[in-house]
């Protein structure tokens, strides 16, 4: 069994994830969305949230 960090996990699978995005993941967010020149959707929740940053992680060249 391999062990996976909560920040490994997919994020439909976090117990959290149907919670409102945290005020990081939306200042971030919307930094990287202004960056792509994207809007970013309200009310988003922290699992939504996480997908887009990895989405506009990518467009932008932010990818980890």
Do not use: C, F
Not at 7 to 28: F, H, I, L, N, R
Not at 39 to 57: F, N, Y
């Amino acid at each position: 069994m391999t062990d996976q960090s909560n920040a490994e996990k997919d994020p439909s699978d976090w117990v959290t994830g149907e919670e409102p995005a945290t005020g990081a993941q939306e200042s971030y967010l919307h930094t990287l969305a202004g960056e792509a020149k994207e809007e970013v959707p309200d009310g988003l929740t922290k699992a939504e949230a996480s997908q887009k940053i990895d989405e506009l992680q990518e467009k932008t060249g932010r990818g980890q």
